[in-house]
């Protein structure tokens, strides 16, 4: 840091993983007086197999040690529960399938977190993830961008950040590549230089979904269906499907006589469609079966990052995180509503994940899918 450069009390989201531990270390050799705080967002059956917080902690704590900074552990739960978990089971009972983890960004990680920071006197709160913050030095606002590193990017995750949230939150590892924050936690000594990044959501880790998800919504069986309306099989439940699965129908080695769109009677199974009314779950044979494919979609619950909603003119999507971004054309609608036309047909699209629009490299925001 430049002597000119202004430091900052700035209080870090300290995960236990390697790409925090990095971005603390990052902003202490910065010149900036740093802190770091664990979050703890999730309390039922944390000591289980599957939800490793009390090991996660201990990683972060050492962290903290190694590079020479103060660690608070704070406890998010109940906030967790009643502004995600809550929203999360409400939409897997109308048959959707949410994104918790864009919620959890938007509530916990960038409100109930930062209003702590500044309550211990931050001026910024810093996290691990691969994105970038820009000011805009001609319309004054900031920017939320993708991470230089395409195989991270994780504005996907944070396209609900306002301008207020971005004003304060720097994203140091956003500027670098994943080989590069590993080679920095190796070449500093991080205990967790060489720790398996972190998957699924975090309040069921790796335990197989439907079992977890099975304790909260009763199971409703109904019939599986395919395309030409033939009943084939039996469904648990719709809350427990999403479009486009494949694994877990049931129904691999299922042969159905004179199915030919999806490639012959060998061609795997996929959810296609899932009608509450009837409780019936619609599958096709083959993954590029006209029903999986969406040349639009209508979304609900618009937020924007520049706090309007851009002119409506040709743009890019993602329809679900690791997807390649989709040219499409963006039409404003009213009550934070909007439509996307694509140039080539989007596959599964679903109802209740994210809409995340692109200009190059500047997340805009996105929606709420609501219909494809």
Same mark, same amino acid.
């Given at each position: ?58 990683? %972060? ?50 409100? %109930? ?13 810093? @996290? ?50 994943? @080989? ?50 033939? @009943? ?110 694509? @140039? ?29």
């Amino acid at each position: 840091m430049s002597p000119a450069a202004k430091r900052h009390r700035v209080v870090v989201g300290l995960s236990g993983g390697v790409d925090s531990a990095v971005t603390a270390w990052l902003l202490k050799q910065q010149g900036h007086e740093v802190v770091g705080i664990f979050m703890k967002n999730w309390e039922d059956d944390d000591d289980s197999e599957y939800c490793s917080s009390n090991i996660d902690f201990v990683d %972060a704590a050492a962290v903290a040690d190694v590079i020479g900074i103060e660690i608070e552990h704070v406890n998010f739960a109940a906030e967790y529960k009643d502004r995600v978990f809550s929203e999360f089971l409400r939409e897997y009972s109308s048959g959707r399938t949410p994104n918790p983890d864009i919620l959890c960004n938007a509530e916990i990680k960038f409100k %109930a977190f930062l209003d702590h920071a500044m309550r211990l006197g931050a001026e910024k709160i810093a @996290t691990g993830h691969y994105a970038r913050v820009r000011l805009n030095t001609s319309s004054h606002r900031h920017e939320l961008l993708k991470g230089l590193d395409p195989a991270k990017d994780q504005s996907y995750f944070l396209h609900r950040l306002n301008q207020a949230q971005l004003a304060n939150t720097l994203f140091p590892v956003g500027e670098l590549l994943k @080989t590069e924050v590993r080679r920095i936690a190796l070449e500093i000594g991080l205990p967790n230089a060489k720790k398996k990044d972190s998957t699924g959501i975090c309040f069921i880790g790796e335990r197989p979904f439907r079992e977890f998800l099975n304790r909260f919504i009763a199971r409703e069986p109904g019939p599986i269906k395919n395309d030409k309306g033939q @009943t084939i099989a039996e469904h648990v439940g719709l809350s427990f499907y999403t479009l486009g699965q494949r694994q877990g129908l049931g129904i691999g080695g299922l042969k159905a006589k004179g199915a030919q769109r999806g490639g012959g009677d060998h061609a795997p199974w996929f959810v296609a469609r899932k009608d509450l009314p009837s409780n019936t779950l619609w599958v096709v044979q083959g993954h590029d079966h006209p029903w999986l494919l969406s040349p639009s979609l209508t979304a609900q619950n618009a937020s924007w990052v520049a706090g309007d909603a851009p002119c409506a003119g040709d743009m890019a999507a993602k329809t679900r995180y690791r997807q390649a971004d989709a040219s499409c054309t963006f039409t404003p609608g009213t009550a934070e509503a909007f439509s996307l036309s694509f @140039t080539q047909a989007q596959w599964a699209v679903t109802p209740g994940q994210s809409a995340v629009l692109y200009k190059d490299d500047v997340c805009l925001g996105g929606g709420i899918i609501h219909a494809a």
